[in-house]
């Protein structure tokens, strides 16, 4: 699974949920700049948000990055 892919799957789970706290939710990485760690920013009605971050990606078709850093073949 891409990056992207994983990031649209999060933010349809979520939303999908309907939960009255979750105010918005948004993907942070763009079509420009999809190298982000920050993948998606979850807002709370009390004014509170959560991070969803990818420390690191694994896998036979990745090379293998430093923390935070992502592989390029794994973002599209």
Known sequence: MKLRE?????????????HPE?????????????TDHTR???????????????RDVRGSRVRTTTPFE???EALV
Do not use: N, W, Y
């Open 70 to 72: 992502l592989p390029k």
């Open 40 to 54: 998606v920013v979850v807002h709370f009605a009390s004014g509170a948000s959560a991070v969803i971050m990818i």
């Open 6 to 18: 994983l990031d649209e799957l999060i933010l349809q789970v979520i939303t999908e949920s309907d």
């Open 22 to 34: 979750i105010t918005r939710v948004e993907v942070v990485p763009t079509e420009e700049d999809p």
